[in-house]
């Protein structure tokens, strides 16, 4: 191995990656690492999860690896959640970065920001749930949680589904007004600011929960027939018991991960749920192992936790398309 092989590292900045990768990239990347993971030729060990707020700290960590062979995608996604960032530092929510190594070598290839990846590869698994559960008559989308992952649900859901309305609902209620003006100027579909979460779920046929809640926030009484629901927050649980254990169809991207953190967790742990339970994985459905919606009249709930495979894999994408500009800066961790 020679430095000039296998190095530089490249540092890529979310403005070097927003300009390399986008919806459709992710897309791609998502359906073929899903693919893998149910035909088993994927390594995703479970999330470590690093809460610290028995320190007084606001925050959490969670260390996500991965190896996907088919897309020679090789890391690890360093994520966290800081609450009293944007009130006291001017900085976002979430913090990431990933690193991307050569899977033979371990040599680390790039570090990048993992916000704006976590972002597109959350954005496009939502579509693809929409596409593989929802019916597909279905034209109105309410969303628990106006912030960065709504928007970008939005997106990529306007292009699977005829959205005639989307129904939001935030607890900060000027959040949910710069969403309306957001989303109706980027994508022309009407926005409809709601009161209070009832008024965001009951009526659509598609519920999104994006939101760092730890206690439910919707009632299983809201939850017409033949809804689709997704909970996107991965700090704790969004749905009520009932919603969880009364859906016809509990879906997730990965039953050992969801047992580890979200909205799963504490019913594995009391053991109310088991992998039995699950109908199936994503993957299983998008590998034609296992079927999706098979009534107009189901109530399906998919459990995304979120896949360090997916981050790897694109961030994977990003890496070969900088490495081979040559746009980003670059560094050197040691000479051989």
């Known amino acids: 191995m020679t430095a000039a092989t296998w190095g530089p590292t490249y540092l890529v900045s979310q403005d070097a990656v927003r300009q390399t990768v986008g919806l459709d990239d992710a897309r791609d990347v998502v359906a073929e690492v899903l693919r ?18 028995s320190f007084g700290l606001k925050a959490w960590n969670t260390a996500m690896p991965a190896y996907v062979p088919s897309l020679v995608a090789s890391g690890f996604k360093w994520v966290g959640g800081f609450e009293e ?20 070598t371990g040599y680390p290839l790039a570090l990048m920001d993992g916000v704006h990846i976590l972002n597109l590869r959350t954005a496009a698994l939502n579509a693809l749930i929409v596409r593989l559960y929802a019916r597909p008559e279905s034209q109105r989308l309410g969303i628990i949680g106006a912030g960065v992952q709504a928007r970008f649900a939005v997106a990529a859901i306007k292009d699977v589904l005829h959205l005639e309305e989307v129904r939001v609902y935030d607890i900060d209620a000027a959040a949910a007004s710069r969403f309306q003006a957001d989303v109706e100027a980027a994508h022309g579909v009407d926005v409809t600011v709601c009161d209070d979460p009832e008024g965001a779920v009951v009526g659509t046929d598609v519920v999104i929960t994006a939101t760092p ?99 790897i894999a694109l961030a994977r994408v990003v890496y070969e398309r900088i490495a081979a500009t040559g746009d980003a800066p670059t560094f050197r961790f040691f000479e051989t």
């Open 213 to 311: 809640a730890t206690t439910p926030i919707v009632r299983r009484s809201w939850i017409g027939a033949g809804v689709t629901a997704i909970s996107v927050g991965s700090q704790g649980q969004e749905f009520d018991d009932e919603t969880v254990l009364g859906a016809d169809k509990l879906i997730c991207d990965s039953w050992e991960q969801c047992t580890h953190l979200g909205e799963l967790r504490s019913f594995a742990e009391s053991g109310r749920l088991t992998r039995a339970d699950v109908y199936a994985e994503i993957g299983e459905t998008v590998a034609g192992l296992r079927g999706g919606r098979e009534s107009a009249d189901e109530f399906i709930l998919v459990v995304p936790i979120g896949l360090g495979a997916l981050d």
């Open 85 to 104: 960032n944007r009130a006291r530092h001017g900085l976002p929510y979430l913090i990431s970065v990933i690193l991307v190594q050569h899977p033979e």
């Open 36 to 53: 893998e993971q149910a035909l088993g030729r994927v390594a995703m060990p479970a999330k470590v999860t690093m809460n610290l707020a």
